[in-house]
């Protein structure tokens, strides 16, 4: 590949004490910016149900208290937003999905993909692996607080080791699939799978 | 849908160098670079692009930055606001000159979109440099000679802060179906007749289309804002899925 242009003058903060933990072409922030495509919804705890399905059929189904009585997982992960910015060290409590599995009395996952539906009617697609064996989790807490719904509340998908549009806000439903049906963003020109570590930021990278 | 309407993976976005061709000085904080991009394959109005620049030791740094220019514009221009502390930002918005390269990839982007063909109405609300990819929704409104009733509900800070404002005047007094509405949060120049608070939900009823016209929303500017619009919108009986936001944070872009 040719050489990139030299932007003249342009110093930036140089690579220099850049950690290895932060992708290609990404950069840190300390706070926590707030990406979606619609309205935040109101949460509605009295009314709020997490399904589990495979395909069309349901595997279980809980309440907000039923949900919150399931074992509880904490997870101290780095996240890294297509957009760029990558967060460290970020603290999430909530319920994995080996425990949901669990709960419906499942030991492997009942189909290869998944796709998940949330509250305003977005949608991403995962496959199930990278759900499973502690590195996925259904967040209701950040940082020891209940999740604010800007960032999902009251429970959004963390997959931290893929970008974080995958860590879908609002999720409602958890539905197992045999083949792969890409979701909201995923339609809209961003990679099927989004690794950040091989920058898979946009459909075809 | 099955898998097997999946649509063949499409080829890698690839980088493109930009040549800046104009710097037009919108603001004191606010630039608008005019390129040169010699493989552009065209964009909607409203998608974004990510920027890439090299320093002469090899580093690198990428953000994403909203197209301003209507797709049916000879040349692509970015408009970008200088951020405390932004590392892309200050250069872009700050040190480039005519002839400076970067690379760009793109466009980005197939939901914060809007084409003539969509129709209206339209209701764009935007605050601070969340303007950009509405005023790129405008700029393509006005080349297609589109005459679908849209509005413009624009938030500053203060007269100096607003981007395009000649512009915008122009185009709002064509007689061709488009408002403009400025609304100045941080103080009025003396004989200003715009609105003067922060956008609230009176002030998207008054200006706004009403929710039975089932206008085409699209709401972008700092989070705060855009959350509050979208609530307000919602609560007035928009239906979500009519609502399109886009947030600029400090960081976030």
């Not at chain 1, 909530?94 to 669990?102: K, P």
């Not at chain 2, 938030?155 to 061709?176: F, K, M, N």
């Not at chain 2, 179906?177 to 008054?206: C, N, V």
């Not at chain 2, 009403?210 to 009986?237: N, Q, W």
């Amino acid at each position: 590949m040719a050489e990139p242009p030299i932007s003249r003058g342009f110093r930036g903060r140089g690579s220099g004490g850049k950690s290895t933990r932060v992708p290609p072409g990404q950069h840190l922030v300390t706070d926590f910016p707030v990406l979606s495509a619609g309205p935040t919804p109101e949460p509605d705890l009295a009314n709020w149900r997490f399904t589990l399905e495979d395909g069309e059929t349901p595997l279980g189904e809980w309440s907000w208290q039923q949900f919150n009585a399931l074992s509880q997982t904490e997870l101290t992960v780095d996240i890294h937003c297509v957009t760029t910015w990558s967060k460290l060290d970020t603290n999430w409590r909530g319920v994995s999905i080996d425990t949901l599995l669990e709960a419906v009395g499942l030991s492997e996952p009942p189909g290869p993909f998944v796709l998940l539906h949330c509250d305003g009617g977005y949608t991403t697609n995962v496959p199930a692996e990278d759900l499973l064996d502690g590195k996925a989790m259904v967040a209701t807490q950040f940082d020891g607080e209940a999740l604010d719904p800007e960032h999902g509340g009251p429970a959004r998908l963390l997959v931290p080791h893929l970008y974080f549009w995958k860590s879908a806000k609002w999720v409602r439903r958890l539905q197992f699939l045999d083949s792969e049906i890409p979701g909201f963003w995923e339609e809209n020109g961003y990679h099927i799978y989004g690794d950040p570590w091989r920058e898979q930021r946009y459909d075809g990278d | 849908m099955m898998a097997t309407d999946l649509p063949a993976a499409k080829p890698k976005l690839q980088w493109m160098t930009a040549t800046v061709r104009e710097v037009i000085d919108e603001t004191p904080r606010v630039r608008s670079l005019v390129l040169d991009i010699p493989d552009w394959p065209g964009h909607k109005a409203g998608q974004h692009v990510d920027v890439r620049l090299t320093s002469d030791d090899g580093y690198q740094a990428q953000r994403s930055y909203s197209i301003a220019s209507s797709p049916d514009a000879p040349h692509v221009m970015l408009t970008v606001e200088r951020l405390l502390d932004g590392e892309v930002s200050s250069y872009l918005a700050g040190d480039v000159i005519a002839g400076d390269q970067f690379e760009m990839r793109g466009p980005v982007g197939g939901y914060f979109v809007w084409t003539t063909a969509l129709g209206g109405p339209v209701f764009l609300v935007g605050g601070g440099s969340g303007v950009v990819p509405l005023m790129a929704m405008l700029r393509h409104r006005a080349a297609a000679k589109s005459n679908v009733p849209t509005t413009l509900l624009y938030s500053s800070r203060t007269a100096e802060d607003i981007i395009y404002r000649a512009e915008l005047d122009r185009l709002s007094g064509q007689g061709d179906g488009f408002t403009l509405a400025h609304t100045l949060t941080r103080g009025q120049p003396d004989g200003w007749s715009g609105l003067k608070r922060r956008i609230d939900r009176a002030m998207l009823q008054s200006v706004g289309f009403a929710p039975e016209l089932k206008p085409r929303i699209f709401v972008c500017g700092p989070t705060p804002l855009v959350e509050s619009a979208a609530r307000e919108l919602l609560d007035l009986g928009h239906a979500a899925q009519l609502i399109k936001t886009e947030r600029f944070g400090p960081t976030g872009r």
